[in-house]
Each structure stands twice: as C-alpha cells, then as structure tokens.
C-alpha cells in the first residue's frame, strides 16, 4: 500500500472539491450582486466542467481573470476553515459507516439464518 500515494491523490480530490465549493459561493454570490456575471460563469462553469479544478481556473484565468482570482481566493479561504476539523471527521464518518454497514450484513446474515428450512427437531415434531 502506498500511502503517499493515496493521500496525494486524496488532496487532489479535496482541491478539486473546493474548487467546486468556491465556485458555487462565487456563483450564489454574484447571482446577488451581479446577475448577467453569474449567468456568464454558470454557463462557462457548464462547457469547461469543473472536475479538474486546475484546468477549470486555468482555462477561466484566460477569460475572465477577475472571476478566477476570486473563486482562488474563496477556495483558499475555504481550505484554511475546513482542513483544520477534517481530518477528525473523515475518521468519524467512515468508523460510524463501517458500524452501520456491518450492522446491516449482521442483521441480513441473522434473518437468512432464521428462515432457513425447518429444522430436523421441527420436521420430527410435524411427523408425529
């Protein structure tokens, strides 16, 4: 297991992720204060996709620098709010996901067991 590996990739997708968020703001916000902006941005945001957010911020510094260095700046801003309590969460949230899950096998497992054909004792009782 290469665990470098794996927690690059995974600060990939949280950047990736926050781009996302910061644009969403950066749209909510510009949909208050300036809506033909928040139209323009929604439909480049739709043809570029945002999936790779480094692409996305590349591809809008060409068309709109303003926009890119604001949704840079929200996405920033995000990361230094959220990395601080995410870590403790992410471990939460997947041991509580685990649990539920293998509650719910454990409850499958246990009514599949339960309804299984009748038992020899029970057969033998029937006979009589």
Same mark, same amino acid.
Request: charged share 25%.
């Given at each position: 297991?290469? @665990? ?6 995974? %600060? ?7 781009? +996302? /968020? ?6 909510? /916000? ?7 902006? #928040? ?15 480094? %692409?996305?911020? $590349? %591809? ?5 620098? &303003? @926009? ?7 996405? /920033?801003?995000?990361? *230094? *709010? ?5 870590? &403790? =969460?992410?471990?939460?949230?997947? $041991? $509580?996901?685990? =649990? *539920?899950?293998?509650?719910? +096998? ?11 054909? #009748?038992?020899? &004792? /029970? ?6």
């Amino acid at each position: 297991m290469d @665990l470098k590996r794996v927690a690059k990739d995974t %600060a990939k997708v949280l950047t990736n992720y926050m781009t +996302y /968020q910061a644009l969403r703001i950066v749209l909510d /916000q510009l949909g208050e204060t300036d809506p033909p902006q #928040a139209l323009w941005l929604h439909s480049f945001s739709a043809n570029q996709g945002v999936q790779d957010g480094d %692409a996305y911020l $590349q %591809a809008l510094l060409v068309e709109k620098q &303003e @926009l890119a260095f604001r949704i840079m700046t929200v996405r /920033q801003l995000l990361s *230094e *709010e959220v990395t601080d309590f995410l870590p &403790e =969460m992410v471990r939460s949230n997947i $041991q $509580q996901s685990n =649990m *539920e899950y293998r509650r719910q +096998y454990l409850e499958r497992i246990t009514q599949l067991s339960l309804s299984d054909p #009748a038992s020899p &004792e /029970q057969q033998a009782d029937s006979d009589t």
